[in-house]
């Protein structure tokens, strides 16, 4: 067996295996065998057919069968040996045409094209600086999380007429075009909440409304084309939702609003414990601390964010595209040319972020252990349990839950992918300079919206 590396350019090359019978023939005899034992056929009994026969029948398919895998393993064992950095999978070369019989005798040749990826060095010093926000809570913020916390432990009433915030339990009906109801067409009860009623216009017809009073409104331009709120509401499906035109009609089975609990010491103890808070101003400095130390998640987001496009400026290097959509088109038979040429250019970002990612622990030797997966895998498990109800589980049914979580190969895959970032992400954040910076939350929500 020979085999040959012809390199392209620096980003591609040639691998060239020539395999000649004496490589391939004891694997094929083996194969041979091992289906002889294993065949069943008419006319002889388990395990006794002969191997010739084995190989008049089947001789051909497995030659190929044994071919490609020797091919395989050799081309693997080659990447390794040479240390090549390769991205995507080796791909048969595009010219190569010849043709074999197959006949046990055949001196093959196989080209394969790949993709290596490029030389860099990226290096962080204290020369770099980010801003580090610290966000604060506006006045405007806490109001509203305090009159939401208020309307949760509230009571509900159902008043004559509608008025702002209230919700609209309401029978749904598509028009068609000439007003009339559509027939066949979605039909769903459901409660409108007006306070997710985006269309000012829309928004105040619905205002004054009583129990059988019938409006029409235009659904997409009430929700600003948010096509999964009104897949929600008329419980379609989101694609549906996205392609929907035309009115509904709305008729009112009964208007609920969500009276706001008073602030007294049952509805403090309700929340916190009893006799934790006992005072209005106690009240909003826990809302406070509460609402800012949710912040943190999103100012480290803005910082991560920040960080990845540092780290991406500092590099220039270029991929070998056309390999690699090449290499895309062949692994997912389905990619029409408009959505690999549209998606390419987020695939390539995303390739370039993980070989600086690869680059950075390679350089720092920044170890990813079993217990670090472990431990976020636990995290994220315990924050989805605490959405459904904020009694946090037992710490071993908990790590019950997250062994059985990171059994599965998909779920184990994307923990330790988050967990290399954090380990990336807070090597940069240790060795660059950070400028802390104190901003409202509604001017922090401005500037990650412009930087969108």
Known sequence: MNITQEKIND????????????????RVEKAIKENAKKAKLPGFRPGMVPASHIKK??????????????LQDTLNNYIDEQKLAVLGQPLPAADDNKEYNW??????????????????????SSADKLTQYVIKVDDETLASRIKNIRRSYGKM???????????LYSELVQLSADGSVFEGGITNTASVRLDQIKDEAIKASLIGLKKDDVLTFDIRKAFDNDAAKIAGLLKIEEDDAADLR??????????????????????FDKLFGEGTVTTEEEFRT????????????????????????LAIAKVDFALPDEFLKRWLKATNEKLSD???????????????WTLIENKIITDNTIEIKYEDVFELAKIRLDQQFRMYSPTPIPEDQLGQYTVQYLQNKDNANKIFEEVKALKVFGY???VITLDKQEILYTDFSALVTAAQ
């Open 157 to 167: 009433t159902n008043p004559d007429v509608s008025a702002d915030d209230d919700v």
């Open 338 to 352: 408009e959505e690999l040429e549209g998606g390419y250019n987020d695939f390539a970002q995303n390739l370039k």
């Open 57 to 70: 029948m089947y001789g051909k398919s497995i030659l190929v069968d044994e071919i490609n895998n020797l």
């Open 428 to 430: 940069i954040k240790n």
């Open 11 to 26: 980003l591609s090359a040639v691998v060239k295996i020539n395999i000649n019978p004496e490589d391939y023939q004891p």
């Open 103 to 124: 006949d046990f005798a055949d001196n093959f040749e196989f080209s394969y094209e790949l993709g290596l990826a490029p030389e860099f060095s990226i290096e962080f």
């Open 286 to 309: 826990k809302i406070t601390e509460e609402l800012e130390s949710m912040m943190v998640q999103d100012a480290d987001r803005k910082l991560q964010d920040d960080m990845y496009k």
């Open 246 to 267: 035309g009115d509904f009609q709305l008729t009112v089975k009964n208007v609920n609003r969500l009276e706001e609990s008073d602030l007294n010491q049952e509805f």
